[in-house]
């Protein structure tokens, strides 16, 4: 596999499916059949998913509350979208964890980073709910910051579009697809990849981001055994060489033991 430890984001809008709000059952099946699948290869796989389906923290002031609250608020709806998804993987018998930016000890573990590391070193799918657990950053910063301190390789955007244009092309059919493009470039070129202070981490800490269509059946996988799929964003070439070094100090998948809550 070219990855080994992998974070993928997924937008809540994402779990709507064909519906105006909520979550789509055959879409939540389709995404936890694909991430199934890629993490039968070995790979270690965290998720962070928005909120949008259920409700968006920017929307607040529109309702007349305050923007703290309204955070908080989003923060709750992406925890939700988060047991959904792990509920589908778990009737699906892949071992998941869900930790949480925000402590909700019924539902799910606090996010500890080493805690967090066990889990994907025994080959768990980990799942980041509630952000980082702080208002004014999105769900994008949060996937950014969790790639970063679990040192994942990259980070995957799992979206309905086949990767990063010159425009959007759902509006301009004369868009061109870029097979990969630097941050640099994409800051020159005002491209919308991730917000600012996400794009920034990953950038700041040398971390490739791939943008992908989560929608086609396959692709996850396929980006995972190495082909080309979406939009790689990287520094410079020299990414791939960095990949092979850190690869080299990963600990070994172990295999989960039957009865092992820790």
Known sequence: ????????????????????????????????EEIKTAAATGTQIAVVIGGGNIFRGVQAEAFGLDR?????????????????????????????????????????????????????????????????????????????????EIEADVVL????????????????????????????EVMEKNLNVMDMTAFTLCKENNLPIIVFDMNKEGNLQRLIEGETVGTLVTMSSSTAAALEAKHSGLQPVSKETPGEQI
């Open 1 to 32: 596999m070219k990855y080994k430890r992998i974070l993928l984001k997924l937008s809540g809008e994402a779990l709507m499916g064909q519906q105006q709000y909520g979550i789509d059952a055959v879409r939540l099946m389709q995404y936890a």
């Open 68 to 148: 703290v609250q309204g955070d908080y608020m989003g923060m709750l709806a992406t925890v939700i979208n988060s047991m959904a998804l792990q509920s589908a993987l778990e009737k699906l018998n892949v071992n998941t964890r869900l930790l949480s930016g925000v402590t909700i000890q019924r539902v799910c573990e606090p996010y500890i980073r080493r805690r967090a590391l066990r889990h994907l070193e025994k080959g768990r799918v980990v799942i980041f709910g509630a952000g980082i657990g702080s208002p004014y950053f999105t769900t994008d910063s949060a996937a950014s910051l969790r790639a970063i």
């Open 157 to 184: 955007k799992g979206t309905r579009v086949d990767g990063i244009y010159t425009a959007d092309p759902e509006k301009d059919p004369s868009a061109v697809r870029y097979p990969e493009i630097t941050f640099d």
